[in-house]
């Protein structure tokens, strides 16, 4: 069963920092791409960013510059690190797995999802 699981989200002001962890099992994760997404209330989930599994990354334009994905294939864990942080990045983060070679942008390209963990960015 495979099971991806969030952590690390939080209460923080604008211009602070967060780490996210996507910890997973129960695939095969150093052939899986892996992306994270985001859902602000009201709105549709939204890519952020990917990393393939050759480490090919993928950000949306406005978080370029202030987030970093990164993967490690020894604790079967992907993180995003988010820095500069403004309230419009309030949401639930998403991790998600997909057997693509590329991260896609697109939700229906990933097969497994987890739980979602909130970030609350306050100004």
């Known amino acids: 069963q495979v099971q991806l699981v969030e952590s690390g989200g939080g209460l923080v002001q604008a211009g602070g920092s967060l780490r996210l962890s996507c910890a997973a099992s129960g695939l095969t994760f150093s052939s899986s791409a892996l992306g994270w997404f985001r859902q602000a209330p009201g709105k549709d989930r939204e890519f952020v960013t990917g990393i393939s599994r050759t480490g090919i990354k993928r950000y949306l334009d406005s978080v370029k510059g202030r987030s970093t994905i990164s993967r490690d294939s020894a604790r079967n864990t992907v993180y995003l690190q988010m820095n500069s942080l403004k309230p419009e990045d309030t949401a639930v983060y998403y991790c998600?797995?997909?057997?693509?070679?590329?991260?896609?942008?697109?939700?229906?390209?990933?097969?497994?999802w987890g739980q979602g963990t909130q970030v609350t960015v306050s100004s």
């Open positions: 998600a797995a997909s057997t693509r070679e590329l991260p896609p942008s697109r939700e229906f390209d990933y097969n497994y």
